[in-house]
């Protein structure tokens, strides 16, 4: 079973910022957290993945809370590209292992 | 400049066929995957391949039997074809220890929708 839990789904205006949370709250210590998205029926697409610290790359940030037991993906300025399924996966360095949950449905609205 | 690329994109078959899934990474990597995505959109793991051994294989039916004949390749050939094994396939590739240390980031390709009549 995956070890994260999302909204099932979320709205978001073009041009602002998308807000997507996952909560992970039975993360361990070596775990990191993984961000992928899936646009209609396409491949899972890396986003971006942190272990404690706050990340940020030329497709969104990752905010880790400090007890890692939840996290937020945003994207800045979200376009309607953007719409897709977004996965938050937690795994350990080195299981060779991703277990994907049901994600979160973005629909980014004109 | 294909990273992770699988043929075919397309696959219609009759119940009882054997067919094959082929996929390639030009990336270098050490580890490659297969992934299922059924009807339902779960996205689940197959097995995985590291330098050419197999490392996990998920309870999958021995109907499902994966071959790498190099790192870069990871095929997935399937006997006696059920409707139940209708789905998306997806195949991955992470670097492993290939990179400048070590990494999980898979990447995937396109995926191959199978489709048993």
């Known amino acids: 079973d995956a070890k994260t839990t999302q909204p099932p789904s979320m709205d978001c205006a073009e041009g602002r910022a998308a807000n997507l949370p996952c909560n992970h709250s039975?993360?361990?210590?070596?775990?990191?957290v993984y961000w992928y998205r899936q646009i209609h029926s396409q491949g899972p697409q890396y986003i971006i993945h942190?272990?404690?610290n706050n990340e940020t790359n030329e497709m969104a940030s990752l905010i880790i809370t400090e007890d890692r037991k939840s996290s937020t993906l945003i994207l800045p300025h979200a376009t309607l590209r953007d719409t897709a399924v977004y996965y938050c996966i937690v795994t350990t360095s080195g299981t060779y292992k991703y277990i994907f949950g049901t994600g979160t449905r973005l629909k980014v609205l004109a | 400049d294909t990273a992770v690329s699988q043929t075919p994109k397309y696959l219609v078959t009759q119940m009882g066929n054997d067919k094959s899934i082929k996929c390639e990474q030009n990336?270098?990597?050490?580890?490659m995957y297969w992934y299922k995505q059924d009807s339902k959109k779960f996205l689940k793991i197959m097995f995985s391949?590291?330098?050419?051994?197999?490392?996990i294989n998920e309870t999958v039916p021995n109907r499902f039997s994966p071959k790498s004949p190099d790192k870069a390749h990871l095929n997935l050939h399937i006997n006696s074809l059920e409707l139940g094994d209708s789905a998306v396939y997806f195949c991955?590739?992470?670097?492993?220890?290939?990179?400048?240390?070590?990494?999980?980031?898979?990447?995937f390709g396109p995926g191959t929708r199978l489709t048993v009549l």
């Open positions: 991955a590739s992470s670097p492993g220890t290939s990179g400048r240390g070590f990494s999980d980031t898979q990447y």
């Open positions: 391949y590291n330098n050419k051994e197999l490392i």
């Open positions: 039975t993360i361990s210590g070596n775990e990191y």
């Open positions: 942190g272990l404690k």
């Open positions: 990336l270098g990597h050490d580890t």
